[in-house]
């Protein structure tokens, strides 16, 4: 049975946001009883929704809403109102995500430290390290069935990354294999195994890859402790007197403002929603903001070193059958910076479709070498660069002048790269040519980033107040009843993709908020 909570009970948590992080919590904190209601500024859809179209499927899913763009990266030229491909649906991100799910390296939860002052980087160490962390992924890869852990098996490798493979043992690489993802390799827990579809991006049809929309948002609702309010946007959290939280004001799918009273709010709607509703949640007594007496809020966006590299051979590769992100080489996410750089980088298989191709191949772009590039599409290979970035204090987000369709103003994403991310860049696109020319490509090209998926940073974690936002639990410094619950609480990047942090860190934070609430200090 669905709850139905009423918007004066103000004893429930309140979530804005459902993917990784928010959708998890959710679900957590049902299962322990505690009252739950979730604000989703997006629609609902499940599996049998997903369209395997490209095009189709991103106006369905992707969070188009206006937003602005500045700064030196080439995402504010190339797509200005578009610097994230994320989602706007129940489940979030986590229904357009890859699947991949790799712990931090011990090494980076210390970044500050291992790494050193680095010019005009912000740089701090988490609150937290691996050892407390270990026991929390182990949940985590256990919640998103992770191959590779657990004595699960490894998907199988399609063309793509028998390519991969072949040309990075030929330069003496050992890291290499179809990665550890949240994709069933043998059906679990009612969910089939994977199909090898190629439309990982589009929301998988199969359910096979783990997303909250299908797995903990129902799950957390059949405890009768969870309510999810779709085209629910949020607009403003709200406070009394003494700074305590109080609920959250929403437009509902009618348009119409409500205001649910909450015991706790948590914010969970990634790294460029969740700053943007704590400054338009702006009042006399925190005149920057809410929580942000440190003026943190917004700073230390990171998006991930990334770009890609795509190469064409003599005969058909046909990258776009099979799992699209099963395959990847771990070797350089190692910190050595004799390379010309701190941290490291993970080289991971990528397709996209044609029209995404001609978008992101070289934005802008038209001629011959252009078009026989994709000419050449089904003889192509292609590999994605994640890589850890550096925070800066000036990449940040901020109220843009431009208002959406409620008349709120909508977050500019301000970003330049930091010099450190050109060399892991520029290295990377080294080592990606060279593996596709070790197994024989006759052209290499190295692609530009696209619109971030990997949002990170913004509310980040410190141990000290003025240095961040939220404290080791993801709780606001400034406000107890405050919780970021997102990647937005990143403090640094890693090498790794996020979304086993997030769900771990998410599990961990509904363990602590349960507790707290059941002692009464929140």
Not at 28 to 57: F, M
Not at 254 to 269: H, N, P, S
Request: contains cysteine; proline residues 4%.
């Amino acid at each position: 049975m669905v709850a139905k909570f009423d918007l004066n009970d103000d004893t429930v948590v309140v979530i804005i946001g459902t993917g990784a992080g928010g959708g998890v919590l959710a679900n957590e904190l049902a299962q322990k009883g505690v009252k739950v209601v979730a604000l989703e500024a997006g629609g609902r859809y499940l599996p049998e929704d997903y369209i395997n179209d490209e095009w189709e499927s991103f106006g369905q899913l992707a969070w188009v809403d206006p937003r602005t763009t500045s700064g030196d990266w080439r995402v504010a030229k190339d797509f200005s109102g578009l610097p994230a491909w994320i989602v706007k649906a129940v489940g979030g991100t986590s229904i357009h995500w890859a699947g991949a799910s790799l712990r931090f390296q011990d090494h980076e939860w210390k970044a500050r430290t291992n790494y050193g002052e680095v010019a005009g980087a912000s740089l701090l160490d988490w609150p937290i390290d691996a050892a407390e962390m270990a026991p929390w992924y182990d949940k985590a890869e256990e919640k998103l069935q992770v191959t590779r852990t657990g004595g699960r098996a490894g998907l199988p490798g399609n063309n793509n990354f028998k390519v991969l493979e072949k040309g990075a043992l030929a330069l003496g690489y050992k890291e290499v294999h179809t990665g550890n993802m949240a994709i069933n390799s043998a059906e679990y827990d009612g969910r089939q195994s994977c199909q090898q579809t190629g439309f990982c991006f589009q929301g998988c049809k199969w359910g096979a890859k783990w997303s909250a929309a299908y797995t903990d948002i129902p799950r957390g609702e059949a405890t009768g402790n969870l309510e999810v309010r779709d085209r629910a946007h949020a607009a403003r959290i709200l406070h009394d007197d003494a700074g305590k939280v109080t609920g959250v004001e929403y437009f509902d799918k009618d348009g119409a403002l409500q205001m649910q009273k909450a015991r706790i709010v948590c914010v969970a709607g990634n790294s460029f929603e969740s700053p943007r509703l704590l400054l338009n949640s702006a009042s006399s007594k925190f005149p920057n903001g809410l929580a942000n007496s440190s003026d943190q809020v917004g700073r230390n966006y990171m998006r991930h070193t990334t770009g890609s590299v795509y190469a064409v051979f003599d005969k058909p590769v046909r990258m776009w059958r099979g799992t699209t992100m099963a395959g990847i080489v771990r070797d350089e996410a190692r910190h050595d910076p004799s390379r010309g750089f701190v941290g490291g980088y993970e080289l991971e298989t990528l397709s996209l479709g044609i029209p995404f191709m001609a978008a992101f191949l070289n934005p802008g772009g038209w001629g011959r070498s252009f078009t026989t590039a994709l000419d050449a599409y089904e003889n192509m290979a292609g590999m994605w660069i994640v890589g850890e970035d550096m925070p800066q204090a000036e990449n940040r987000v901020t109220l843009s002048e431009t208002r959406d369709q409620f008349g709120l103003p909508v977050a500019n994403v301000n970003f330049s790269d930091h010099p450190n991310d050109i060399a892991m860049r520029n290295h990377a696109y080294a080592q990606g040519e060279a593996i596709y020319k070790a197994v024989g490509a006759t052209r290499t090209f190295p692609t530009p980033p696209y619109p971030s998926t990997h949002n990170l940073g913004t509310n980040r974690m410190s141990e000290k107040p003025e240095d961040g936002v939220v404290n080791k639990h993801g709780q606001s410094h400034d406000i107890a009843n405050l919780f970021i619950s997102d990647g937005s609480q990143f403090t640094t990047g890693a090498a790794e993709n996020p979304t086993l942090t997030i769900v771990a860190l998410a599990i961990r934070q509904a363990d602590h908020i349960a507790a707290e609430m059941a002692a009464g200090t929140i």
